[in-house]
């Protein structure tokens, strides 16, 4: 801010400077006081002029008519000394000046000249008329003009002595090439500053000054001289685009320079009126009169001058860095523009600064943008420092905040060890560098964990994990031959977090083979109780090993192999087992066993069976459940094996639904034999999840009315914990459809009594596990009596299962359950077969049972 405030204070010195050196009087040109004119009428003679009476005389110095499409003739007496003197009109945009020397009332010398008539035809090759005539020193001389114009009628009339003009002209001369040299300098530095930038507000800085320094050199007629002395035409139209050209220019530029856009939408907006409408004087240039047209684009570029003007300070007052620059630069060139203009209509005396005031404030203006224009680059550049700072000090952080991210994302939050992600990277990463080795997984399984929970609650569990896995890892990381899992300066793991009760580690396997001692002294480490709150915890770990290339050849396939190893009893046993492909019951051939299934439904090759339920009360079987079979395997697959494929494969969905329709058509057959008994069907948990679930139910029942509320559907305790909600009202919309629920293996797992409260069963299903050693296990007797009072009291029926043999039969009844169901009645059969044990049972066969 200093340097610009002194450099404004130096030019402005500078131009005082040269106002001092120029006001001094030096030069002797002659202003002729004794001006009169007459307005002229059409191709008026220089004799019928001379002879009008209403001659005037004229008051200003130098006449000056405004816009004026009329002829004036002007008449002045010259003194006959020196002998050689030349008129000067240095207003170049006259139309025509016809000169007539009268010499004693005679014409004796006539010139014509004018800037609608080629460059040839003037006595003096210069941009402003000059004529020069002689005179003999006794005689009276005086000067007839005869003016016309359609522009402004200014004749700034001097009359020079010969040799005094050509040197006022080379001094002129020397001036006006400054000017043009500065603004040319202006010029190509912003070219140059464009050329780098590519941004538009220099380029629009170049076209503006340059659109200014062609107006202001075809005003003063220099272009017409240099460019197309031959074709006053073109000359006169340029003139005419030259002002709304520059101040389309200088609109564009002040617009871009103080980004009116953003800065003042609604002062951008006037200026963008203002630019159409100088493109409007742009085009008009072409088609008007020169008199209007000219003052059209005179009379448009004062209002837009005034715009900028005031937009300056505007801006700089609220707060536009660029607008001080810009409200001093246009002040410069307006005060200039101001003081030729009033040195023109005779205001200010004339002298340098007012005669060049226009050219001083131009040339101020360009220097001063142009440093603007840098200053503004360079705090640009500055501020996109600053924004690449920021930028970076942002993506530090977001890094920063990326990699918490990552270690949270790779490591197990209760152990902080790393998880299973971390896990699978690694050798991941091992087996594809190291593919030569063997390498042994391994699975860590702390078996008691569940019941440490169960005792003494998730919180513990997760601070003696920690403890555990604090402990475990530094026994892993002894073993020769461990793969670090994660090795930092602060940290180093060799074991890995897979779930709350599985660790696993990577060894190389050839090593443990070699050093059998090792790995049995870190079992029994590993088997050591933990010391915790006082208390010995066994954590019960049995380690499962599955060996590269050897087991299995990827990481998903090695970690699940390690798995089924340390689930085997080897491992209960021994603390460690390796994979043994030969007891893998879920590898074996599982994908061609759902492949099968899938076939086998598509082609009914499933079957029913169905097992009795009777009622203790009056001995008559009052059901049967469906259960679903494969026959025509080699190796037969239990029921719950196949639904749990069914499940986890998305088949449950067709099978459910095979089972609901096939029972519909094995009722059909009980009917026709004279046994219209219900038919219990096993529900899956995903089907209570299917949304359209109860909906099929509902339009298969409501299709065959004598089904109606005699196909009950069995859902387990232990699936609908699952999901209790969803569960819940899935039961309450197929309930209230008018389908019976009953529920199965009630008492295998721990449901709240409260929620059993809420499900709209009509039945429950006391499990087989129950009811096996009822005759033995008091616990047992006095859960499955509560059980049956409870669900009395709850309004359900009861069912016992696994009913084996008549002592418990008894006991049961005794105890006041409704039903059984076992193998004391008879297993599972096919229709065929449980018409004929049915008809075998009326007959009297079978009667003796219960
Ligand atoms: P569940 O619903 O508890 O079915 C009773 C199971 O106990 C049947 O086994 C049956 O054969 C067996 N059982 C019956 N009486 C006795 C007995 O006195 N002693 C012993 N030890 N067992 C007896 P199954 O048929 O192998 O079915 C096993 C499980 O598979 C079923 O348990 C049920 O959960 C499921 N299941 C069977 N069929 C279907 C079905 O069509 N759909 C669905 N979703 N699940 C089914
Ligand atoms: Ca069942
Ligand atoms: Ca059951």
């Not at 905040?401 to 091992?430: C, K, W, Y």
Request: with cysteine; aromatic share 8%; hydrophobic share 45%.
């Amino acid at each position: 801010m200093r340097q610009i405030a002194s450099l404004i204070a130096f030019l402005v010195t500078l131009s005082l400077l040269a106002f001092q050196v120029h006001s001094e009087p030096g030069t002797t040109s002659l202003f002729p006081t004794n001006i009169t004119y007459l307005k002229a009428t059409d191709s008026q003679a220089p004799s019928e002029a001379l002879a009008s009476d209403d001659w005037q005389m004229l008051q200003e110095a130098s006449p000056n008519f405004g816009y004026n499409t009329v002829p004036y003739w002007f008449r002045m007496a010259v003194s006959s000394q020196p002998e050689h003197q030349i008129l000067d009109i240095s207003y170049p945009l006259l139309d025509r000046v016809e000169f007539f020397l009268l010499e004693s009332g005679n014409v004796t010398e006539h010139v014509v000249v004018g800037d609608t008539l080629p460059f040839e035809h003037r006595p003096l090759n210069h941009p402003t008329f000059l004529i020069p005539f002689s005179t003999q020193a006794d005689k009276q001389y005086e000067i007839l003009l005869k003016v016309e114009t359609h522009g402004s009628l200014q004749v700034p009339i001097r009359i020079w002595a010969q040799n005094e003009l050509f040197d006022a002209i080379a001094m002129e001369d020397q001036l006006h090439s400054l000017y043009y040299g500065v603004l040319i300098t202006v010029i190509f530095f912003n070219v140059f500053i464009f050329l780098a930038l590519r941004e538009l507000t220099y380029l629009l800085y170049v076209l503006s000054t340059f659109g200014y320094l062609f107006l202001l050199a075809a005003l003063r007629g220099v272009t017409f001289q240099i460019l197309w002395p031959e074709n006053p035409q073109l000359h006169n139209l340029s003139i005419l685009l030259a002002i709304p050209c520059a101040m389309l220019l200088t609109l564009l530029f002040g617009r871009s320079f103080l980004r009116l856009k953003s800065n003042a939408p609604h002062i951008d907006k006037v200026v963008k009126l203002f630019i159409a409408l100088n493109l409007a004087a742009i085009a008009g240039a072409f088609v008007l009169d020169y008199n209007l047209s000219i003052r059209l684009s005179v009379a448009l570029a004062i209002p837009g001058c005034l715009l900028l003007t005031f937009t300056g300070p505007l801006l700089w007052l609220r707060g536009v860095p660029q607008a001080m620059f810009y409200t001093i630069a246009w002040g410069l060139l307006t005060i200039g523009s101001a003081i030729t203009a009033a040195n023109k209509y005779g205001w200010v005396p004339t002298n340098f600064v007012t005669t060049y005031g226009m050219e001083i404030g131009s040339a101020l203006e360009a220097i001063l943008l142009t440093i603007a224009l840098a200053a503004r680059l360079y705090q640009e550049r500055e501020g996109k420092m600053l924004a690449r700072e920021a930028e970076l000090n942002a993506m530090a952080a977001r890094r920063k905040a990326e990699l918490r991210m990552m270690d949270q994302a790779l490591h197990n939050p209760t152990t902080g060890l790393p998880n299973r992600t971390s896990f699978e990277m690694v050798i991941n990463d091992l087996i594809n560098r190291e593919s030569k080795k063997r390498h042994a997984v391994g699975i860590i399984y702390l078996t008691n964990l569940q019941a440490i929970t169960k005792t003494l609650g998730h919180r513990n569990t997760d601070r003696l994990l920690e403890l555990a896995a604090r402990r475990f890892n530094s026994i892993i990381s002894g073993l020769p031959g461990v793969y670090p899992i994660e090795v930092t300066d602060q940290r180093s793991f060799h074991l890995a977090s897979l779930e709350p009760a599985a660790l696993g580690f990577i060894i190389n396997a050839d090593e443990i083979s070699s050093t059998p001692r090792s790995i049995v002294l870190a079992l029994e480490q590993l088997g050591e109780p933990i010391d915790y709150l006082g208390m010995q915890l066994p954590l019960d770990p049995q380690t499962g090993v599955a060996i590269f290339p050897d087991h299995a050849q990827d990481t998903n396939a090695l970690i699940r192999r390690a798995y089924i190893a340390q689930e085997s009893d080897e491992a209960r046993d021994r603390g460690l087992a390796y994979y043994q492909p030969a007891r893998d019951s879920y590898s074996a051939d599982r994908l061609t066993l759902v492949s099968e299934l899938r076939q086998a439904l598509r082609d009914n090759e499933l079957a029913l069976h169905l097992q009795p339920k009777l009622c203790l009360k009056t001995h008559e079987v009052v059901g049967a459940e469906a259960l679903i079979r494969w026959p025509g395997r080699k190796v037969p697959i239990p029921a719950d094996q196949l639904v749990s494929i069914a499940e986890q494969t998305g088949l449950i969905k067709p099978l459910t639904r095979w089972v609901l329709e096939q029972s519909l058509s094995l009722r059909n057959q009980l009917i026709e034999r004279g046994y219209p008994i219900g038919i219990s069907v096993n529900i899956s948990p995903n089907n209570l999840r299917e949304p359209e679930f109860p909906l099929y139910v509902q339009r298969l029942m409501a299709a065959y009315p004598r089904h109606r509320g005699q196909i009950i559907l069995e859902v387990t305790e232990t699936s609908m914990m699952l999901d209790p909600a969803n569960s819940l009202r899935a039961l309450q919309s197929l309930n209230a459809t008018g389908i019976p629920l009953s529920i199965d293996d009630f008492g295998s797992g721990y449901s709240s009594l409260s929620y059993i409260k809420q499900l709209p069963a009509k039945e429950i299903k006391i499990d087989r596990s129950l009811i096996h050693d009822l005759l033995n296990e008091s616990e047992d007797r006095v859960i499955v009596q509560t059980t049956i009072d409870m669900c009395h009291s709850l309004g359900y029926q009861v069912v016992a299962e696994g009913v084996e043999d008549e002592a418990t039969l008894a006991l049961l009844k005794s105890m006041g359950c409704d039903m059984i169901q076992g193998y004391l009645l008879t297993p599972p059969l096919p229709i065929r077969e449980l018409l004929t044990w049915l008809d075998n049972r009326g007959s009297g066969a079978a009667r003796q049972i219960g």
